[in-house]
T-cell receptor
Framework: AQKVTQAQTEISVVEKEDVTLDCVYETRDTTYYLFWYKQPPSGELVFLIRRNSFDEQNEISGRYSWNFQKSTSSFNFTITASQVVDSAVYFCALSRYNTDKLIFGTGTRLQVFP | DTEVTQTPKHLVMGMTNKKSLKCEQHMGHRAMYWYKQKAKKPPELMFVYSYEKLSINESVPSRFSPECPNSSLLNLHLHALQPEDSALYLC????????????????FGPGTRLTVL
């Protein structure tokens, strides 16, 4: 069975703080894909990153970084020097090889206060 | 340009009305999706069209009827909805569902907020 767990329901930080959003997944597949999406209050799901199971390199994109660890089945997302515009719900998702289905976690609501 | 557009942005309808949601993409993507999202929940997959053919129906009630007139357009026809169908309806598209090499990234539209009275 495939499952994605985002244990943090809501996180509040003050601007300029660093924050890490946790994502733990379960799958028996050897080939799979992991995603992070951002959903601001406007509602649109914004794609942030895709990672396949064979690529454990961490990635940095500006203030965003992702830590993929197969040994712990985790794909955590860190925002450095958070800004008010980072306030949103963040979803981690899992997809099996050659399928169209995204299995979403329950999401983490991040609130960044000025 | 990763843009998926959806109209209308908001829709209020009675239980006896018939309405349609529209989704459009001009990225040359060959797969299109409808999701339903209730408040404080993740999106739930409803339908998938692959090369203009319905490939997945997640046991959605028949009061929701999808249509894919061409590779750029996706409609969702609504009839005799219930108040519990009120939700954000999201459309998404991805490049090539038959690539077989890697799951294609789904790009989402802004959604239609539907209220059923």
């Amino acid at each position: 069975a495939q499952k994605v767990t985002q244990a943090q329901t809501e996180i509040s930080v003050v601007e300029k703080e660093d924050v890490t959003l946790d994502c733990v997944y379960e799958t028996r597949d050897t080939t799979y894909y992991l995603f992070w999406y951002k959903q601001p209050p406007s509602g649109e799901l914004v794609f942030l990153i895709r990672r396949n199971s064979f690529d454990e390199q961490n990635e940095i994109s500006g203030r965003y970084s992702w830590n993929f660890q197969k040994s712990t089945s985790s794909f955590n997302f860190t925002i450095t020097a958070s800004q008010v515009v980072d306030s949103a719900v963040y979803f981690c998702a899992l997809s099996r090889y050659n399928t169209d289905k995204l299995i979403f976690g329950t999401g983490t609501r991040l609130q960044v206060f000025p | 340009d990763t843009e998926v557009t959806q109209t209308p942005k908001h829709l209020v309808m009675g239980m006896t009305n018939k309405k349609s949601l529209k989704c459009e993409q001009h990225m040359g993507h060959r797969a299109m999706y409808w999701y339903k999202q209730k408040a404080k929940k993740p999106p739930e997959l409803m339908f998938v069209y692959s090369y203009e053919k319905l490939s997945i129906n997640e046991s959605v009630p028949s009061r929701f009827s999808p249509e894919c007139p061409n590779s750029s357009l996706l409609n969702l026809h609504l009839h005799a909805l219930q108040p519990e169908d009120s939700a954000l309806y999201l459309c998404a598209s991805s490049q090539d569902p038959t690539s077989g090499e890697m799951a294609d990234t789904q790009y989402f539209g802004p959604g239609t907020r539907l209220t059923v009275l």
